[in-house]
């Protein structure tokens, strides 16, 4: 709960009473990608995917190599390519629709800057909504201010926040509007009540660094 509502600190201190049922490795991948600690999140993924393995807890192990492929997808599209290809290879046969969906969502981040990109988040905002999974709308906003962050479209990310704002409105995920304006360089929300694990310039400097990559 903490690290839904932003409280990563606290978060983060809790990840080692957490243990295998409470999937400590995939608690700890979730914190360090929404900072943007690439490396540091494949590394807790992989972790977490192979203690899935070794408990015959096939759900859970695709469940984290789709959390994988998105970590990655920000960062290196080449090999989210090879992520998301793995992850469709465990979703198969398991009746997991959200995580199936989630993986449409990561090959929208590998592909941010691209041409069709929003009108494939428009059809999968559709498909989301028809599925009743109204979290992943939070999801796919995100990877929409991203590529409008690398197409430097200011007025698109900023009504992209305001969809952000409406989403998150419960708290769960309110972080995901900090990330944006992040991206695009623009300011922090006043009411932002995220708590990141050293302070917000390490993250606002890793997410702009994404986009500078992404456009070179």
Known sequence: ???????????????????????????????????ANTDQAIAAFEAS???????GAAGERAMTQVRLALAVSFAD???ADDELAYAHQLLEGLDQRSNRLLADVVGLIKDAGADGVIGRAENLRNEVEGAR??????????????????????QHVAA????????????????????????AGLPRPSTSTTQWIDGEDPVRTARRALVAARQA
């Open 133 to 154: 999974l109204p979290f992943l709308l939070r999801f796919i906003e995100l990877a929409c201010a991203f590529h409008h962050a690398i197409r430097d479209e200011e």
């Open 1 to 35: 709960m903490s690290r839904l509502s932003g409280d990563f600190p606290t978060a983060l201190a809790a990840v080692p009473s957490l243990g295998w049922k409470g999937r400590h490795h995939r608690v700890l991948g979730d914190i360090h990608w929404s900072h």
């Open 160 to 183: 992209t926040i305001d969809r952000l704002h409406q989403l998150t409105a419960s708290g769960d995920f309110a972080y995901f509007t900090d990330i944006a304006p992040y991206m």
């Open 77 to 79: 599209p080449d090999r």
């Open 49 to 55: 995917r192979a203690e899935a393995g070794q408990h």
